[in-house]
């Protein structure tokens, strides 16, 4: 059994989730973009609403994740990598 970390990769089994999946995730995200538009009614709009924000959860925290996972091998392995200084607020 799998956790969400995790997703099936065919005849290798399980596999941790990684940048192909973030990948996969964003290009999804782009595709429902495409679908908001001026005149939109407002039960498509609160559809797409309505899907858009688990994925877009689920791709924030994968790439969380992932920068996490990038951060900690550096620190493993003596690789010192330069601060983000991102915004708080991601930058919007």
Known sequence: MS???QVWGGERGWRDRDWRDLRERLTDLGSLGEELVAGLPVQDARFLYAVIVPMA???ARLAAD???GVANWGAENGVELPPLDLPE???S
Do not use: F, I, V
């Open 3 to 5: 956790d969400d970390s």
């Open 57 to 59: 959860t689920d791709a």
């Open 66 to 68: 992932l920068e996490t």
């Open 89 to 91: 607020d991601g930058g």
